[in-house]
């Protein structure tokens, strides 16, 4: 069916650069978002490949070790607090989450906006930062050490300070949007999966991440007027620090992942034309992760001097956390089986996280586990797992949302065959990087250094032609997702045939949403109940 | 709606003046206990009396337990945390000078490490890579 672009849609109803910098709309302030997180995500990768270049030999190629501290600093503080934390949540939540719901908007149009003004602030100062001085402490901000780095430290944490400020502004939206806007009859357990993990991340981001603005504000006060609470000179505990850090930057980790997971539960009930299997533990594994990942912070600092009790129980508990993301993983592969599965590219996306996704999680067990950490803490081990949960996690999710949700938020689809070409460029040069980086950890090779034993040159230079070739594949989807925007085919209001609610709309959805208030007709994976089309049917409205 | 009743809600002056006094009464049990010594019980009667405090102006004052109990749910889950952060914490810094007797036994006395009989430099020697790591992990986040 040949389909056409709608005459009236968000992107066209108002014109002009104030249309768009004043916007209320949460599907524009969703692109808004996705420029700057995804130039930022640019920015990571630039770094990215500069430390790849720099670890082709042990010797000087490009930057000294100074220079190579700055760059692993800004690669993590950039990817961390500037991509990946609002990535999912502000992009693809913003624009799809109250689509989904069937509502007209967030509940707090102007705090979403804010919210992007205020991430906005955030990025400015870590170019600030950038640029007077830089930073080279690592994304970790570990006392002493940045207590008396030279670098830009007070901008660069006044950045990640403001960020959170946009991550509990967004929280806090998503939490009450989905508490009050559901259409009528979406009852909790008619949710999409996506909005449940999107409310579990929520409750995280509201709950964690003021305890990163005060351990970051403490870090200030240390460093401009000594109050010495990280000083043991003064009384104070440099390991406290870690603790402060880690109650936030673990649950973080679930504020990048979750999301993610949320994305992959709609790929893979759409593209097996099934039910998913096990709603409901999918549904709250969600809240089960966002709990548990409270009490597990300490494997962080196992061999950080923390007491051994403490480090025997958060070793004990993090073992919990592998149960509901074990959960996740066995209900997608239950809901694959003996549905009809089609590979188009969002799929593909799904199925690179289910395999590189399980491959940091295990890993992540093993870290857990004190007796092996020990010995595995700051190599490459843990580089290679962290980057298979986010790289091969999220960032996979990321990208099979993009290609997915491409069709309804442009209203045009992209070139398949490149986004296919695209799909196994990421897959293969992603496991060339990263697996060895397991063989080198295991071996001895730390991570956060500038050069290395000889004996490791082979595998590092194998590792940097795996991030070229990631590097070359994420230039090659720019480019065909942005060609899509002006001159892909129309695609229709439903070109996957999925039964969420966003896809009753046309695509690009009107500036409202709806026509009236839509209710709710049909749960999100009734597909043995439903055959969906890609045609606009009128939905039942009050 | 639930919750605009909830903020209709209007309680009897009696109560608060009821509340008020005893917010009053547990200010002077404050300042009594603290003239006496009751040890290491000091700390724990002040912050109990303190907690009965808090938890009067958090009812009453300000309305929770008239409220949509998700308020409840959100204001004792924030103290949760709290506790949970501070409370796991001190795992740690109450626990950190545990230091366990080990005694040393002779292990593996008869085992050997091959290498290549060429390499006699520090750098490619297996054992010494280790040790490098070793201490390299201890202090690169420093
Ligand atoms: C099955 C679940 C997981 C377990 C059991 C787990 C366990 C661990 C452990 C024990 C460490 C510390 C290793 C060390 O420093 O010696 C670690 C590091 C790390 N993990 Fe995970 N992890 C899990 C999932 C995740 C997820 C989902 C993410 C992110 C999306 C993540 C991101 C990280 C990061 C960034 C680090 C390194 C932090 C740093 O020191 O810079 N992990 N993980
Ligand atoms: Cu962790």
């Given at each position: 069916m040949e389909h056409t672009i709608p005459e009236k849609h968000y992107l066209n109803e108002a014109t002009g650069w104030k249309s768009w910098l004043m916007t209320l709309d949460h599907k524009r302030i969703g692109i808004l978002y996705m420029i700057m997180v995804m130039f930022s995500f640019f920015l990571g990768g630039v770094f990215a490949l500069l430390i790849r270049w720099e670890l082709l030999s042990p010797d000087k190629i490009l930057m000294g070790p100074e220079m190579y501290n700055q760059a692993f600093s800004l690669h993590g503080i950039i990817m961390i607090f500037l991509f990946i934390i609002p990535s999912i949540p502000a992009i693809l939540g913003n624009f799809v989450?109250?689509?989904?719901?069937?509502?007209?908007?967030?509940?707090?149009?102007?705090?979403?906006?804010?919210?992007?003004?205020?991430?906005?602030?955030?990025?400015?100062?870590?170019?600030?930062?950038?640029?007077?001085?830089?930073?080279?402490?690592?994304?970790?901000?570990?006392?002493?050490?940045?207590?008396?780095?030279?670098?830009?430290?007070?901008?660069?944490?006044?950045?990640?300070?403001?960020?959170?400020?946009?991550?509990?502004?967004?929280?806090?939206?998503?939490?009450?949007?989905?508490?009050?806007?559901?259409?009528?009859?979406?009852?909790?357990?008619?949710?999409?999966?996506?909005?449940?993990?999107?409310?579990?991340?929520?409750?995280?981001?509201?709950?964690?991440?003021?305890?990163?603005?005060?351990?970051?504000?403490?870090?200030?006060?240390?460093?401009?007027?000594?109050?010495?609470?990280?000083?043991?000179a003064m009384g104070g505990d440099p390991v406290?620090?870690?603790?402060?850090?880690?109650?936030?930057?673990h649950p973080a980790v679930y504020i990048m992942i979750l999301p993610g997971m949320g994305i992959i539960s709609e790929l893979i009930a759409t593209f097996s034309h099934r039910r998913i299997f096990g709603y409901k533990f999918i549904a709250f594994s969600s809240l089960g992760i966002a709990f548990t990942g409270f009490?597990?912070?300490?494997?962080?600092?196992?061999?950080?001097?923390?007491s051994d009790l403490a480090a025997v129980i958060f070793s004990f508990l993090t073992?919990?956390?592998?149960?509901?993301?074990?959960?996740?993983?066995?209900?997608?592969?239950?809901?694959?089986?003996?549905?009809?599965?089609?590979?188009?590219?969002?799929?593909?996306?799904?199925?690179?996280?289910?395999?590189l996704f399980s491959i940091g999680g295990f890993t992540g067990i093993v870290l857990g586990t004190l007796s092996i950490d020990v010995h595995l803490h700051d190599t490459y081990f843990v580089v290679s797992h962290f980057h298979y949960v986010m790289v091969g996690g999220t960032v996979m999710a990321i990208f099979g949302g993009l290609h997915y949700w491409w069709p309804k938020i442009w209203g045009r689809m992209y070139n398949e065959t490149l986004a296919r070409i695209a799909v196994v460029m990421i897959f293969v040069g992603f496991n060339i990087t990263f697996f060895v980086q397991f063989i080198m950890g295991t071996q001895g090779m730390p991570r956060r250094y500038a050069t290395y034993l000889p004996?490791?040159?082979?595998?590092?230079?194998?590792?940097?032609?795996?991030?070229?070739?990631?590097?070359?594949?994420?230039?090659?989807?720019?480019?065909?997702?942005?060609?899509?925007?002006?001159?892909?085919?129309?695609?229709?209001?439903?070109?996957?045939?999925?039964?969420?609610?966003?896809?009753?709309?046309?695509?690009?959805?009107?500036?409202?949403?709806?026509?009236?208030?839509?209710i709710l007709e049909h749960g999100p994976y009734d597909y043995d109940k439903v055959i969906p089309e890609n045609a606009l049917k009128p939905y039942k409205t009050i | 709606m639930k919750d605009d009743a909830a903020q209709r809600h209007i309680l009897p002056l009696n109560l608060y003046l009821a509340v008020g006094s005893g917010l009053l009464v547990l200010t002077v049990i404050t300042v009594v206990v603290a003239q006496m010594d009751f040890g290491p019980m000091n700390l724990l009667i002040a912050m109990g009396i303190a907690v009965i405090k808090a938890t009067l102006v958090a009812m009453f004052f300000m309305h929770l337990k008239y409220d949509n109990k998700i308020y409840m749910l959100v204001f004792s889950g924030s103290l949760l945390f709290l506790g949970v952060f501070i409370i796991f914490t001190m795992f740690d810094t109450l626990r950190r000078g545990d230091i366990y007797e080990e005694i040393a036994e002779p292990y593996l006395k008869e085992a050997v490490i091959y290498r290549k009989a060429e390499t006699t430099t520090a750098l490619s020697h297996p054992a010494a890579d280790t040790s490098n790591t070793a201490s390299d992990t201890v202090t690169s986040d420093h």
């Amino acid at each position: 069916m040949e389909h056409t672009i709608p005459e009236k849609h968000y992107l066209n109803e108002a014109t002009g650069w104030k249309s768009w910098l004043m916007t209320l709309d949460h599907k524009r302030i969703g692109i808004l978002y996705m420029i700057m997180v995804m130039f930022s995500f640019f920015l990571g990768g630039v770094f990215a490949l500069l430390i790849r270049w720099e670890l082709l030999s042990p010797d000087k190629i490009l930057m000294g070790p100074e220079m190579y501290n700055q760059a692993f600093s800004l690669h993590g503080i950039i990817m961390i607090f500037l991509f990946i934390i609002p990535s999912i949540p502000a992009i693809l939540g913003n624009f799809v989450m109250p689509l989904m719901i069937g509502a007209k908007d967030v509940a707090f149009p102007r705090l979403n906006l804010a919210s992007w003004y205020i991430y906005v602030i955030g990025f400015c100062f870590a170019v600030y930062a950038l640029f007077t001085g830089g930073i080279d402490t690592g994304w970790t901000f570990y006392t002493p050490y940045s207590s008396e780095s030279t670098t830009a430290v007070i901008p660069i944490l006044t950045a990640a300070f403001v960020l959170g400020f946009s991550s509990i502004f967004t929280g806090l939206n998503f939490i009450v949007t989905i508490h009050r806007l559901r259409a009528p009859g979406m009852t909790w357990f008619q949710l999409p999966l996506f909005v449940w993990a999107i409310y579990a991340t929520a409750l995280i981001q509201v709950l964690a991440t003021p305890v990163l603005g005060i351990t970051l504000a403490l870090l200030m006060l240390e460093r401009v007027v000594g109050i010495g609470i990280f000083d043991p000179a003064m009384g104070g505990d440099p390991v406290l620090f870690q603790h402060f850090f880690w109650f936030y930057s673990h649950p973080a980790v679930y504020i990048m992942i979750l999301p993610g997971m949320g994305i992959i539960s709609e790929l893979i009930a759409t593209f097996s034309h099934r039910r998913i299997f096990g709603y409901k533990f999918i549904a709250f594994s969600s809240l089960g992760i966002a709990f548990t990942g409270f009490l597990v912070w300490g494997h962080h600092m196992f061999v950080s001097g923390q007491s051994d009790l403490a480090a025997v129980i958060f070793s004990f508990l993090t073992f919990f956390v592998g149960i509901p993301s074990g959960i996740k993983i066995l209900n997608w592969i239950a809901t694959m089986y003996k549905g009809s599965i089609s590979l188009d590219t969002p799929m593909l996306w799904a199925l690179s996280f289910l395999i590189l996704f399980s491959i940091g999680g295990f890993t992540g067990i093993v870290l857990g586990t004190l007796s092996i950490d020990v010995h595995l803490h700051d190599t490459y081990f843990v580089v290679s797992h962290f980057h298979y949960v986010m790289v091969g996690g999220t960032v996979m999710a990321i990208f099979g949302g993009l290609h997915y949700w491409w069709p309804k938020i442009w209203g045009r689809m992209y070139n398949e065959t490149l986004a296919r070409i695209a799909v196994v460029m990421i897959f293969v040069g992603f496991n060339i990087t990263f697996f060895v980086q397991f063989i080198m950890g295991t071996q001895g090779m730390p991570r956060r250094y500038a050069t290395y034993l000889p004996q490791f040159q082979g595998m590092h230079g194998f590792s940097s032609i795996g991030a070229l070739i990631m590097g070359v594949g994420f230039l090659l989807i720019a480019i065909y997702l942005i060609y899509a925007i002006f001159k892909g085919k129309p695609a229709g209001p439903n070109p996957w045939r999925a039964l969420t609610m966003e896809w009753e709309t046309p695509s690009p959805p009107t500036a409202g949403n709806f026509e009236g208030q839509p209710i709710l007709e049909h749960g999100p994976y009734d597909y043995d109940k439903v055959i969906p089309e890609n045609a606009l049917k009128p939905y039942k409205t009050i | 709606m639930k919750d605009d009743a909830a903020q209709r809600h209007i309680l009897p002056l009696n109560l608060y003046l009821a509340v008020g006094s005893g917010l009053l009464v547990l200010t002077v049990i404050t300042v009594v206990v603290a003239q006496m010594d009751f040890g290491p019980m000091n700390l724990l009667i002040a912050m109990g009396i303190a907690v009965i405090k808090a938890t009067l102006v958090a009812m009453f004052f300000m309305h929770l337990k008239y409220d949509n109990k998700i308020y409840m749910l959100v204001f004792s889950g924030s103290l949760l945390f709290l506790g949970v952060f501070i409370i796991f914490t001190m795992f740690d810094t109450l626990r950190r000078g545990d230091i366990y007797e080990e005694i040393a036994e002779p292990y593996l006395k008869e085992a050997v490490i091959y290498r290549k009989a060429e390499t006699t430099t520090a750098l490619s020697h297996p054992a010494a890579d280790t040790s490098n790591t070793a201490s390299d992990t201890v202090t690169s986040d420093h």
